[in-house]
């Protein structure tokens, strides 16, 4: 699993349990009966009581305190919101033409000519590119799956002498670093007889 795909667990369970809560006590209040797991006996019985509800009303610490977990949480939720809405991938890089003015090329392109580049490679059965970084210097993070006979020193050598040196080539950027993870193809084994 991805790792964008971890916010969306947690997030997809809180809701689960809120919309069960909202909808048990929007029944109850229309006049369903209360299940038996339910902390309250019928549609007029208060959630909290007024004994409840001015309990610690007198003390000088209750609504500090109150209002602080609730700004915590409401900063928390925003964290949360924008470290999901933040794009990680550049969807455009920044390429200098040496006549003074720039070029933009699309960075899913990018990534699909260096996963192409990597699959020609001996030995990669896929190759999957994820551009990251800014627009001007971008970082690429490379998944090779490699067939079971394959060497992997020998598979990072060519890909980064081959695939990456084309891309930083044809780009015209500086430098290209990539993180290049490694995995072998799944197989049965060999019989040996």
């Avoid at 971890?6 to 997030?11: D, T, W």
């Avoid at 890089?93 to 020609?120: F, K, M, P, Y």
């Avoid at 890909?159 to 995995?183: C, D, I, N, W, Y």
């Amino acid at each position: 699993m991805r790792r964008g795909g971890l916010h969306r667990v947690p997030l997809a369970l809180a809701g689960l349990l809120l919309l069960g809560l909202g909808g048990a006590v929007l029944a109850v209040g229309l006049g369903a009966p209360p299940p038996s797991w339910w902390i309250h006996t019928g549609p007029h019985d208060v959630l909290l009581t007024r004994a409840e509800r001015t309990r610690w009303r007198g003390t000088a610490w209750w609504w500090p305190a109150v209002l602080a977990g609730l700004t915590v949480l409401v900063l928390l939720a925003l964290w949360w919101l924008t470290t999901l809405l933040r794009r990680r991938r550049p969807a455009e890089i920044l390429l200098d033409t040496g006549d003074g003015a720039c070029a933009l090329l699309r960075g899913r392109a990018l990534e699909t000519a260096l996963a192409h580049d990597a699959v020609r490679q001996e030995g990669v059965a896929h190759a999957e590119v994820y551009l990251r970084g800014r627009r001007t210097a971008p970082t690429a993070r490379i998944r090779l799956q490699l067939d079971p006979y394959v060497d992997p020193s020998t598979a990072l050598n060519e890909v980064t002498a081959q695939a990456l040196a084309h891309a930083r080539e044809s780009t015209g950027l500086a430098s290209l670093p990539a993180e290049v993870r490694l995995r072998a193809v799944k197989h049965r084994a060999d019989r040996v007889t």
